[in-house]
């Protein structure tokens, strides 16, 4: 059903719902950016409309709401091992579409890659409710419509930013629920971008040619990629983690078990105990990366591209290192 | 006619005796050496109708116009007012008067500074804005200082030859829970700077001794756990210069202080000299009286009154050193 | 809901010292376990890492560890009666029935042994499993050399090579290169015939290829990876290769599919 409310109506329902839920969506953090006088964007919780930031692509994805940046999984007091208490509240996300569907495919990793769904990614992804906001332009580097992720119907209430009213499109009861008497009953349904600047063709392949593997293109990423990491930290589908141990420094007996985001672009990523590792090369590594965004994940679960065309990755990257530019010229060279 | 002139004036108007007998030239002040390419009209039709046709590039960025007829300064000083007018009235605010009688005064030199912030990535502040802001404080104004405003430790404007090395600082703010101990900021550390920051467990220990507030290890993190602080700091190094006698590389006075310390010192440093100056010499440079008064009469003198950030270092002791030209050095 | 990752201690019943490096812990079982399957141990506050079982039996298993990491280096200093925690087994293993009444050639190098023993023990007590085997190990030198008191018992009723990469001079053990020894084995008709090729990664890639070379077909060889792994559950990426996650398809592969898989 559709809905316009006003500012007031609005911030009142966020009110009303901080009692069960809390609420993440993008936020400007002003002048915390990387130079001087730059603003971070990123997700953060809010409280009322004026914190959310919708008219900015933010720096970093909605990914750390469900798969955090670092996580506890184990507390150790000498050999026992106690579990970090769960948050009970639900979790509401603003997000744009190529961000909600960049949650499926996590999804697909966390939940449906092998037997055993992931204990820790469940947990919260179980209490998530989409607000799904309307992007109907895009920015700079967003490649949404080439992946097939510019559209979504997996929200549970939609809203168009940037009127007097705030439009609304609502799926789910609970929403219902939420907003019975409020607001102005109309006919609405979210509009999607239909055409990004950037364009990308994926290959059309049912067998990743052997040649592509050692294909020359990815020696040229050898000596510009700095394996920095930034296009991975940034991505919504990149899920990759390391497992630590953290042993109390005042008292060694007391201890952690902790989950850490981890990327196959960083330094170390492969290496065993004995120091040997794979993929030194950095162009290996960038073609690791993108075989497994636009090829691997596919062959897997045969779901598509894992990337979703958010381009965050080539916002980020410090030596202006295209990833949409990469897919092309792999699409062009098989 | 022979030329009798007060060359004391004519230094003052920002003009100068030069090796050509008759011949002079004006010294264009450019607070942070960034300027509207309008300007360079003006400069260019003066330099075609009075100088040579050349503008020299100073070492303080700004611009000198060579090659003038002394007999013809009133004329230049009508063409260089809206230079004035623009730069220093409208933009840095200053009260001029009489815009059109040209430049005021000399003493205190061109604020300099490297192109900071607008440009570079590594600055820490907008260096251009802080130089304008300067020079509202001091100009116009005969004591003879020497200001460069630089974006940070890398000091391009080379501030540490200055009387007042102004260096913008990025206290980085560290988030725990951000941080995935990939080392890319302490590696760098190392390797660019001072080393300050340890990796230990998957996590940072940022040594606050050490850390000089360059802000490499915001631009290298990964993930948003190093951000800035968005309040501003500075480091304010002193007393450094060349010349003949004694040159020396600054040190530093203060660390980690806000604007408004800066701005309070160095409006305290001209009551300073106008205190403690020698008014039996033609000139004295500021570094010369410090000097003489030794470190801690400068220190209480320009700090009186003003509200320290709780942030702020003071240095209890300053020694400069010395640079030694005795023949005996030299062995060949 | 289950969690995954607890691992549950279990106690040490015996140490084994096979070599300076490499010690056998001997560990209570109270799961079902094939051979060269791994598990993830871990000693809390130290951490956790995969380690492959070399052998196993009524309630009991073995895993040999090397002391190459802080885990590892920690775990040397347990005693009979401490506790390691551990949880899975994880990974394929050997599927047995593709070797049963065949003629099975292992070719192992240095700890590559350690995921095979507790098979090539497994044939010898019960020899009717399969209809011959072969062994050919490689060692870098007289110290490196594991699970001696085995190897001398295997003699026994198995063709056995052993090789060192270092000249030791030692009666009945060959100098060089364990690829160079390849040519020395006996084939059968492939249709009747399995190789076992585990060890270093470059030791299996030159060894697998070694048996190719003398047309062994590739479908007939069997590798088994090591890689860095933080889950063994398939979420964490470490140890995926193309499309393939190692802890869930692996650690062993048919040979057709490892040569094809591309770091």
Known sequence: MGKSVSTTEFNEMLKTLAGEYRIFAPKRFVHHGKCTGTDLIRYGEVHSLDEIEYKAKSNFSLKEILHPINQTIFYFTETEFSEPATENKGIVIFARPCDINGVFRLDNIFLHNGDEEDYYYKKPRDKVRFVMMECTVGFENCFCVSMDTNKSDDYHMAVRFGGEEYLLDIRDQF????????????????????????????????????????????????????????????????????TTDIANEDNPKQGERRRTWASCHIEGFTD???????????????????????????????????????????????????FSNCINKVTSYV | ???????????????????????????????????????????????????????????????????????????????????????????????????????????????????????????????????????????PNNFHVKIAVTGCPNDCIKGHLHDFGIIGLCEPVYDYSRCIGCGACSNNCRAVATGALILKNGKIRRDERRCIGCGECVLQCPTAAWTRNPMKFYKMVIMGRTGKKNPRIARPFLIWVNESVVMDVLTNTYQYIDKYINKSLPKEHVGYIVDRTGYPTFRDFVLDGVKLNPEAKLSQHINWGGYENASYLFIK | MNNPYLP?????????????????????????????????????????????????GEGWLEMTIRAVGNLTKDIFKLTAGDKMFVRGPYGNGFDMSEYIGKHLVIAAGGTGLAPVRS???????????????????????????????????????????????????????????????????????????????????????????????????????????ERNMSCALGKCGHCKIDETYVCLEGPVFNYSKAVKLID
């Open chain 3, 119 to 225: 098979m090539i023990n497994h044939i010898y007590r019960d020899e009717g499993v399969v209809e011959k085997l072969d062994l050919l190990f490689g060692f870098k030198n007289p110290s490196s050399i594991i699970f001696n008191r085995d190897i001398e018992k295997w003699k026994e009723k198995f063709d056995t090579m052993l090789t060192l990469d270092e000249a030791c001079g030692l009666d009945g053990v060959c100098e060089g290169l364990i690829t160079n020894y390849v040519k020395d084995v006996r084939l059968s008709e492939f249709e009747k015939m399995a190789v076992i090729v585990i060890g270093p990664p470059v030791m299996m890639k030159y060894t697998a290829g070694e048996f190719v070379e003398r047309g062994v077909p590739e479908e007939k060889i069997w590798v088994s990876f």
């Open chain 3, 8 to 56: 549950k201690p279990y106690h040490i019943l015996e140490i084994f010292h096979e070599s300076e490096t490499e010690f056998t812990f001997k560990l209570e079982r109270d799961y079902e376990i094939n051979f060269g399957q791994f598990l993830q141990v871990s000693l809390p506050r130290i951490g956790e890492a995969p380690i492959s079982v070399s052998d196993f």
């Open chain 1, 272 to 322: 065993m105990a004995g120091g040997h590792g794979f993929r030194k090369k950095n162009g290996e590594k960038m073609r690791f990366k993108t075989l497994h965004k636009i090829y691997d994940y596919n062959r897997r679960f045969g779901k598509g591209p894992m990337c979703v065309g958010c381009g965050r990755c080539d916002d980020a990257c410090p030596v202006y290192i295209s």
């Open chain 2, 1 to 139: 006619m022979t030329l009798d002139i007060n060359i004391g004036k004519v230094i003052k108007n920002a003009y100068r005796i030069t090796s050509t007998r008759g011949l002079t030239a004006l010294r264009v002040r450019i607070p942070g050496g960034h300027l509207e390419t309008k300007y360079l009209d003006i400069l260019k039709k003066i330099a075609d109708d009075f100088g040579n046709g050349t503008l020299h590039m100073t070492t303080r960025q700004g611009f000198e116009i060579p090659g003038i007829d002394l007999k013809r300064i009133p004329e230049i000083n009508q063409r260089i007012g809206p230079v004035i007018q623009g730069i220093e009235i409208d933009t840095a605010g200053i009260d001029i008067s009489e815009p059109e009688a040209g430049y005021p005064a000399a003493g205190t030199r061109n604020i300099a500074s490297c192109i900071g912030g607008r440009v570079c990535p590594f600055a820490n502040c907008d260096t251009t804005d802080l130089a304008f802001k300067i020079e509202k404080k001091v100009y």
């Open chain 1, 175 to 242: 929403f219902i629920d939420v907003l019975e008497g409020v607001g102005e009953d109309i006919e609405f349904t979210p509009d999607f971008i239909k055409r990004n600047r950037v364009e990308v063709r994926l290959p059309e392949i049912d067998r990743m040619p052997p040649a592509m593997y050692d294909h020359e293109m990815w020696d040229e990423y050898s000596t510009r990629c700095i394996a920095c990491g930034r296009c991975t930290t940034t991505c919504i589908t990149c899920s990759c983690f390391t």
